[in-house]
């Protein structure tokens, strides 16, 4: 059973940080790309930052670069998220994805509020 279990979600004020931490099982977790996406209420859900399987290649949008670092241990299975300098525009509810084409896995999600 494929499983992905994010944590690590809260209330914090603007400029805070929260680290977000997502537990994979039941697949090859070195062999997939790993993902957070994050969806704001009445808005779609966008990609915020992918790691690849291999060599750990990163990538962002644009409003989050420099604030977030995506990160992963294959050892452990897991994959972080690091969100510092938060804004309120950072309110959502975040989702950890792992993909090797066509498949594509979800979390549940971890709600991410930023609010003073």
């Known amino acids: 059973q494929v499983l992905l279990v994010e944590s690590g979600g809260g209330l914090v004020q603007p400029g805070g940080s929260l680290r977000l931490s997502c537990a994979a099982s039941?697949?090859?977790?070195?062999?997939?790309?790993m993902s957070w996406y994050r969806q704001a209420p009445g808005k779609e859900r966008e990609l915020v930052a992918g790691?690849?399987?291999?060599?750990?290649?990163?990538n962002y949008i644009g409003s989050v670069e420099g604030r977030f670092t995506i990160s992963r241990n294959n050892a452990k299975n897991m994959v972080y998220l690091q969100m510092n300098s938060l804004k309120v525009e950072d309110t959502a509810v975040y989702y950890c994805?792992?993909?090797?084409?066509?498949?594509?896995?979800w979390g549940q999600g971890t709600q991410v509020t930023v609010s003073s």
């Open positions: 994805s792992a993909q090797r084409t066509p498949i594509q896995h």
């Open positions: 790691i690849t399987s291999v060599g750990g290649i990163t």
């Open positions: 039941g697949f090859t977790f070195s062999a997939y790309a």
